[in-house]
């Protein structure tokens, strides 16, 4: 089995570039956010404070499955694709996500995906934790106000107006949250090979991938 990490940043465009580069080359796109964005949706409904998501795992049943060959996740039976995608769902998740069990709950779902398909799986922690053994390897990065910019664009592009600045102090917050966390924090692994997609095209950075997985697995 062939498997890509690639890790970044939130807003580096990790997900709509593996989602493409996924396509090209028939792998399936495993978005490893949307099993934190579960938890954290859960503790918000039950009023549960972030740091003691410990305490529901037991009682929670996380799914991510594939319709259409698009990944939808479940919280006990439930389709919650769409409604883990708000601001409100992205802090708590990057908030649960700093809790060891939490990670420790959500790692075997994560490798049993990479066991038995070719995976491009998007996380913080694929390259140093999930799969360390993965063949292709890589750190998608941009600056941080090219990353809140993106994201005020692609929220207009659904009818919601957002500021720009109260974009950025979050985008600063979370990328603080989720690269000082004592766990699995964000950074590169030492193979992956870093690219910052700030210059570059949706287009450049699919090529850019396209051509580190060729030179990494000769396919
Ligand atoms: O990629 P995303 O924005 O959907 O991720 C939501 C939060 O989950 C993010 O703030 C950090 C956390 N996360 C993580 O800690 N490890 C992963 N492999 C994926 C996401």
Not at 130 to 134: G, N
Not at 182 to 186: F, Q, S
Not at 197 to 200: G, I, K, L, R
């Given at each position: 089995m062939i498997a890509v990490a690639i890790d970044g940043p939130a807003g580096a465009g990790k997900s709509s570039i593996a989602r493409a580069v996924a396509k090209k080359k028939g792998y399936i796109y495993v978005d490893t956010g949307a099993l934190y964005r579960t938890i954290g949706l859960y503790c918000i409904r039950k009023g549960i404070s972030y740091n003691d998501a410990e305490s529901v795992l037991s009682e929670i049943k996380v799914e991510l499955k594939y319709e259409n060959g698009e990944q939808a996740m479940y919280l006990l039976g439930e389709n919650v694709t769409s409604l883990i995608r708000t601001e409100e769902v992205s802090m708590a998740a990057s908030a649960v996500s700093a809790v060891p069990a939490v990670r420790a709950f959500l790692l075997e779902t994560q490798r049993d995906l990479a066991r038995k398909n070719n995976v491009i799986m998007d996380g913080r922690d694929i390259a140093t934790v999930?799969?360390?053994?993965?063949k292709v390897k890589i750190f998608l990065t941009a600056s941080p106000e090219c990353r809140a910019k993106r994201r005020v664009t692609q929220l207009a592009e659904k009818g919601i107006i957002e500021d720009y600045n109260k974009v950025l102090e979050e985008v600063n917050t979370r990328d603080y949250n989720d690269s000082h966390r004592?766990?699995?924090?964000?950074k590169p692994s030492e193979e992956s090979v870093v690219i910052d997609?700030?210059?570059?095209s949706f287009e450049d950075s699919v090529e850019k991938i396209l051509a580190v997985i060729e030179e990494k697995t000769g396919e």
């Open positions: 999930v799969l360390p053994d993965a004592a766990v699995a924090p964000l997609t700030t210059e570059d």
